[in-house]
């Protein structure tokens, strides 16, 4: 029923109070632990990491040790969002990040990962 009711919330237009992560994304909150990740055009999986790590390091204020796991099953539908969870409980089985090294293999990410390694600085190539 959640998954359902998330679900069309990544469908609902935003409020003007939704959170704007670094890279341009919106973010809304999903319950007590998620956040969804708004669909924007040409946008790759790891923006929505980035997004989602942000909304979790600044708007609710987590350490950056704090996991983060994807909530949204595979694959992502067109012209859909992606909703991440805080709560282990909450992740979608299958839909977590490939992990090489070290760290727990278990689809997550920490937030500090999350925003340093796919936040991308975004550098105009005009001056005014």
Not at 58 to 79: E, F, H, I, M, Y
């Amino acid at each position: 029923m959640m998954r359902f009711l998330v679900m069309i919330l990544l469908m609902v237009p935003l409020p003007a109070a939704a959170f704007t992560a670094r890279n341009g994304m919106e973010v809304a909150q999903a319950g007590p632990s998620g956040m969804a990740v708004m669909f924007r055009t040409a946008r790759e999986d790891t923006d929505y990491w980035c997004a989602a790590g942000d909304y979790a390091q600044r708007a609710l204020n987590q350490p950056v040790g704090t996991r983060l796991w994807r909530a949204s099953p595979k694959p992502r539908g067109s012209g859909q969002g992606l909703l991440f969870t805080l709560d282990p409980a909450q992740k979608a089985e299958g839909a977590g990040l490939s992990q090489f090294g070290k760290g727990p293999r278990d689809g997550s990410m920490s937030i500090g990962q999350a925003v340093s390694a796919h936040c991308q600085v975004i550098v105009p190539l005009w001056r005014d």
